[in-house]
Every structure is written in structure tokens, then in C-alpha cells.
């Protein structure tokens, strides 16, 4: 089955330079989230879209911003990356709310972010 | 903030010997997750429980949302060392009105052989 496809996997990057994420739902999931995972920590939500608004919106420095675009792909671009970013960022897709199986998020393999 | 705690944080067993995760909260929530994770990959869904005192069965793991939608448990049955790995349970707040998950801080399970 098809899975969450997340691109780079991995990126490096030097101090205050900018860096996009991508990431493509399964098919007909219409509802993607981003989470930061720092090393030894648990996954973090930043921001979500439905139907590509924004839907919420969690604990997303004001130098990132994202968007979803009519294929329901997202995109987050970080900008003046600092060394606290570096982390793992996941994207993860579900059905619509209302749905059954509107809680099933599943996650993508990640973006290692690495800021040097 | 709502938070999820789970317990054990670190768990060495024998293969062959049960097991039991928990995860507990003081606020209601919508639906618990169970998602398994390897270092450095995402997070893989094994159980969704909505239903409060839901038991859900995946082969040898059981997975049991409690009464009130507080709190879950994964246990597991005749562990074996492919069950190695990072649990996490994590929910959706009921009171949030949105969909996004509060994780717990993982069980760092180890089966040794």
C-alpha cells in the first residue's frame, strides 16, 4: 500500500539559511500534519492542513511556515535556521475529519534536518 | 497543555515473558493511538482505540482503552526479540477541537533472547 513519501530524507544546512520540506499524503487523504522530533524526544505537532487550509496550528516558530497545495501536497519552509532545528520533521496524512479512520495519522519516514 | 504519561520508560525482559505498557492522563480524549518506532524512522500506527473500554487484539499484542478515555494499555504476550523498539502511545485531546496528537514519552522496550 501506498505510504507518506517525504522528501529529502535527509538535509543539512549552515546557520541562517533556509530549507523546504516535502511531503506527499497517501492517496485520498486529504489532512496532512507536521511534527518536529529532537533527539530523544517525542514528536512535537507544529501545524496541520485540511483541504488545504490551515486547520491548527501548535508550537511552529514564527520563521517556518507551510502550505498545501491542490494535489494535497505540503510543503514547510524554515527560514534563518538556527541549531536548535536540527531535528527529525515528520509529515503524517489522514482521512478527513468526520470520516472513519478520521484519527489514523500516518506517518512518513521523515526529513533529518541537521543545522551546522 | 495535555499531557500523556507512560510507564514503564525502559523495560528489559526475557523472551517468552508478558508485558504491560500504560499510558494515563488526567483529560478525555477522543481516540489513543499506539505507534511503534525505530530510530530515525517515523512513526508506524499499530492501534487506534476510540471507544471507551475498547480491547483491540493484533496477534500477540492486546491493546484496552479505559472506561473513561483517560488512559490506555498495551500489553504484550510471549515477547519475543522482534518486538524491540520504541512504543508511543498518543492521543487526540477531546477538548482540543482539533486533530492533532499528544504523544507520550515512549517505552524503550528491550527483549532479550
Known amino acids: 500500500a501506498a505510504g507518506v513519501i517525504q522528501s529529502p530524507r535527509h538535509l543539512i544546512k549552515e546557520k541562517r539559511e533556509t530549507a523546504t520540506l516535502k511531503c506527499y499524503p497517501i492517496?485520498?487523504?486529504?489532512?496532512v500534519y507536521w511534527y518536529q522530533q529532537g533527539p530523544g524526544q517525542d514528536p512535537q505537532f507544529l501545524i496541520s492542513?485540511?483541504?488545504?487550509?490551515?486547520?491548527d496550528k501548535g508550537s511552529i516558530p514564527d520563521r517556518f511556515s507551510a502550505q498545501q497545495f491542490s494535489d494535497y501536497h505540503s510543503e514547510l519552509n524554515m527560514s534563518s535556521l538556527e541549531l536548535g532545528d536540527s531535528a527529525l520533521y515528520f509529515c503524517?496524512?489522514?482521512?478527513?475529519?468526520?470520516?472513519?479512520?478520521?484519527?489514523?495519522?500516518?506517518f512518513g519516514p521523515g526529513t533529518r534536518l541537521t543545522v551546522t | 497543555t495535555q499531557l500523556l504519561e507512560q510507564s514503564p520508560q525502559f523495560l528489559s525482559i526475557q523472551e517468552g515473558e508478558n508485558l504491560t505498557v500504560y499510558c494515563n492522563s488526567s483529560?478525555?480524549?477522543?481516540?489513543l493511538q499506539w505507534y511503534r518506532q525505530e530510530p530515525g524512522e517515523g512513526p508506524v500506527l499499530l492501534v487506534t482505540?476510540?471507544?471507551?473500554?475498547e480491547v483491540k487484539k493484533l496477534k500477540r499484542l492486546t491493546f484496552q482503552f479505559g472506561d473513561a478515555r483517560k488512559d490506555s494499555s498495551l500489553h504484550i504476550t510471549a515477547a519475543q526479540p522482534g518486538d524491540t523498539g520504541l512504543y508511543l502511545c498518543?492521543?487526540?485531546?477531546?477538548?482540543?477541537?482539533?486533530?492533532?496528537?499528544?504523544f507520550g514519552k515512549g517505552t524503550k522496550l528491550s527483549v532479550i533472547p
Open positions: 503524517a496524512s489522514s482521512l478527513a475529519p468526520g470520516l472513519a479512520g478520521e484519527y489514523e495519522q500516518y
Open positions: 492517496p485520498r487523504h486529504d489532512t
Open positions: 492542513f485540511y483541504e488545504k487550509m490551515q486547520s
Open positions: 483529560s478525555v480524549f477522543s481516540s
Open positions: 482505540v476510540v471507544t471507551g473500554g
Open positions: 498518543a492521543g487526540v485531546w477531546s477538548g482540543a477541537g482539533s486533530y492533532q496528537l499528544t
